[in-house]
């Protein structure tokens, strides 16, 4: 098992490298040149831009460049702002750090729960009305895009009946429509893979047996069937988080909320490439560090990882 | 995966007596499954709707009218007017063709891409093949929005970046997809036939590997045409993909979504729009997996 965890981290290596270079050189293309930029109406002040250039390291060979960006990566410092003069990146971005997480885990802690409830009943109604139902919205779920989604509901539930506010951040209201929209995607997701789990499950003969024994129907659904799902549908969190991080973006956007990935397309238009690339670095250690955590667990779970035959799961 | 079904895969596209019986008991499938049915409906009505549609409106989608700003639909805007009274009906159409365009653009690029260096990976192998597959381990690395964000930061924004970010993003997984079918193709005994009757490796590949892997092409990229639609409108809504004053769903809602307390047209019908292709290009894309896929229609 130790080696199998340290093989994993070591293979994470080449990611987070290229990751680090990819973002270096996106650095690169910010248009125009920034301490211009900065400097605005003070552009005919040398002596300020000189400072300027030597404080964000700019006056150095690219090489550098990297190595001082390597070195402070390894430390938590993102580097300058080129929005806000002389302001750590990791400043600019220190609000969102506690906005984000907030609505991915919400959205989360609501989609896993939602998504395993609605693919077995699914499941348990095989070709029933119920089942129908859910199998269409899973279509709808997995199609439209949460901002066409939210067109719908911000209409019908903020403008129509007036229940949510539409916009904002910092209530409990105002975390109901972004969270449920986010979420959204991520529930089909989850109910779709349950539902096909659950119909596998279902089919193999210690059901049947707990069925024979007499066993009460809740029972073996509860006891034999759900246990088995959970676990490939554990496989699949890495990539509902990777939905969750990428669609942070557009849920942000969208609501007004001061988090992350809002901060990340404004930085974009402000030609503040440090603030997007840093939470672009942040975004992609923490979606790599949550595929590390579910396949360690997976292994802790299912002995045949473990044993390197992941050919026999 | 074992010879078998790679045969069976190849059937469909197979031609003379047999293609023909196949090719009929496929639409005959194909009309029972209603999912695929639906889907195809769907995806014909937008593509008539791109392709006739910019023809038919009488306004055009830039023409400004101070008249129609925020306009409810009148017979002479039958959806009503944007922020700068132009055509919403008219708008959207042209949107359709923009989208298609670009996931076709898209498409293409990947299929070409993919195709070919899945193909050389599998049937070359060696260090090719694993210096393509880490470049798509790395790929696979990002979530998908994100790399294509930090594309779109590095080219600027323009329609050229978003086919270009999008066919980063999804090259791999085709890639990924033939290789594994080469490599299964590769141990089949009409390769080794052609490769002891000294026929050349471009040859093979084309000949010989390529068509048997098409199948699963298609039904891999009519899945895909759905999530390209959505990131291309992703990315349009979130101010980086396809730029004004060429019309684009995602930035038509966008613009909508700020009006629509007191204008909703805008909002609500371009998100319709939107929903309705990509509902249409995965029951499609469903329906033809179920059809194509020998695995899938043996349950």
């Given at each position: 098992m130790t080696g199998y965890a340290v093989r994993r981290l070591l293979g994470l290596v080449p990611v987070l490298a290229t990751a680090v270079v990819l973002t270096f050189v996106a650095n690169q293309f910010v248009p125009g040149d920034p301490i211009m930029t900065l400097l605005s109406d003070r552009s005919g002040d040398a002596a300020l831009e000189a400072r300027l250039r030597a404080e964000y390291g700019l006056d150095r060979p690219l090489w550098r460049q990297f190595a001082s960006y390597v070195g402070g990566i390894l430390r938590g410092d993102f580097g300058l702002s080129f929005r806000f003069a002389s302001t750590p990146v990791i400043d600019v971005i220190a609000p969102g750090l506690l906005v984000t997480p907030v609505l991915a885990v919400g959205a989360l802690a609501l989609a896993v729960p939602a998504g395993v409830a609605l693919g077995t009943c699914a499941a348990l109604r095989r070709n029933r009305a119920a089942d129908t139902l859910v199998v269409v919205g899973l279509v709808v779920g997995t199609s439209v895009p949460s901002f066409a989604l939210a067109a719908f509901l911000v209409y019908v539930l903020g403008i129509r009946l007036g229940v949510l506010p539409v916009a904002g951040w910092g209530s409990l209201a105002q975390t109901v429509l972004p969270v449920t929209l986010l979420a959204v995607s991520p529930v089909a997701y989850i109910a779709r893979l349950s539902r096909t789990y659950m119909l596998e499950v279902l089919q193999q003969d210690y059901i049947r047996t707990a069925r024979a024994k007499g066993l009460r129907p809740r029972l073996v659904v509860y006891r034999h069937a759900l246990r088995n799902t959970l676990v490939p549908l554990l496989t699949t969190i890495g990539i509902v988080f990777g939905g969750l991080l990428s669609g942070t973006f557009v849920i942000e956007t969208l609501f007004n909320i001061p988090g992350l990935g809002r901060m990340a397309i404004q930085a974009i238009f402000a030609r503040d490439y440090p603030v997007t690339m840093a939470i672009v670095l942040l975004f992609t250690f923490f979606y790599a560090a949550t595929n590390l955590a579910v396949d360690l667990l997976y292994g802790v779970i299912d002995p045949r990882i473990r044993l390197g035959r992941r050919g026999a799961a | 995966m074992t010879a078998v079904p790679v045969r069976a895969v190849a059937e469909p596209a197979g031609g003379g007596a047999p293609g023909v019986t196949a090719r009929r008991e496929f639409w005959a499938r194909f009309r029972r499954n209603r999912n695929a049915a639906l889907g195809a409906a769907l995806v014909a009505a937008v593509v008539v709707a791109a392709v006739v549609g910019p023809w038919l409106s009488p306004a055009g989608y830039e023409d400004t009218d101070l008249r129609a700003v925020?306009?409810?639909?009148?017979?002479?805007h039958l959806l009503g007017g944007d922020a700068l009274g132009r055509d919403i009906l008219a708008r959207l159409v042209v949107g359709a063709r923009v989208s298609l365009l670009v996931a076709g653009s898209v498409l293409a690029l990947t299929l070409t891409v993919g195709t070919a260096a899945g193909m050389a990976a599998g049937y070359f192998g060696g260090g090719l093949d694993a210096a393509l597959m880490r470049l798509c381990d790395i790929v696979f690395a990002f979530p998908d929005l994100i790399l294509a964000i930090v594309v779109a930061a590095m080219l600027g924004p323009g329609t050229r970046t978003v086919i270009v970010a999008l066919a980063i993003v999804w090259w791999p997984g085709i890639a990924r997809l033939t290789r594994s079918l080469t490599l299964s193709l590769r141990a089949e005994l009409f390769v080794d036939a052609a490769i002891v009757s000294g026929t050349r490796p471009a040859t093979i590949l084309l000949r010989h590997v390529l068509p048997n892997v098409v199948p699963a092409l298609i039904v891999r990229a009519s899945i895909g045409v759905g999530f390209i639609v959505m990131a291309e409108a992703t990315l349009s809504f979130l101010g980086i993909g396809v730029q004004e004053p060429l019309p684009t769903w995602g930035g038509m809602i966008r613009d909508g979504l700020v009006a629509l307390r007191t204008e909703p047209y805008l909002a609500l019908s371009a998100s319709a729009a939107l929903a309705v292709t990509i509902v249409g290009f995965n029951l499609l894309g469903d329906g033809l997996r179920d059809l194509l896929d020998p695995r899938v229609r043996a349950r």
């Open positions: - | 925020w306009a409810a639909p009148s017979p002479a």
